[in-house]
Nanobody, 124 residues
Framework: QVQLVESGGGLVQAGGSLRLSCAAS????????MGWFRQTPGKERDFVAA????????AYALSAKGRFTISRDNAKNTVYLQMNNLKPEDTAVYYC?????????????????WGQGTQVTVSS
């Protein structure tokens, strides 16, 4: 069982930055894939970024590439999403997720555990 708790969301102006954090419970954090997703009302949850167990593998949605950076600190059981040059269309609830069954999962399927989400609002 893995529990995930996100933090770091908030209100920011367009062009600003935020860093989201996701603290995970579990004994083998460095053995499984982590991802960030986002969702706006009435829409499906979208993949944003993924990272492999040791952090050596990363993947990004086109909308995030060049602006967002996913990273992890396995000593702290935490995954991060650094978001720069934010745009109003980045406004969403952001979720982190864990996939215990694989080392790296750059997709929006197969994730077993989800956090409660953190709201990111970007004003124009």
């Amino acid at each position: 069982q893995v529990q995930l708790v996100e933090s770091g969301g908030g209100l920011v102006q367009a062009g600003g930055s935020l860093r989201l954090s996701c603290a995970a419970s579990g004994r083998t954090f460095n053995a499984y894939a982590m991802g960030w997703f986002r969702q706006t009302p009435g829409k499906e949850r979208d993949f944003v970024a993924a990272i492999g167990g040791t952090g050596g593998s990363t993947a990004y949605a086109l909308s995030a590439k060049g602006r967002f950076t996913i990273s992890r600190d396995n000593a702290k059981n935490t995954v991060y999403l650094q978001m720069n040059n934010l745009k109003p269309e980045d406004t969403a609830v952001y979720y982190c997720a864990a996939d215990e069954n694989t080392y790296f999962n750059p997709s929006n399927r197969g994730y077993d555990y989800w956090g409660q989400g953190t709201q990111v609002t970007v004003s124009s």
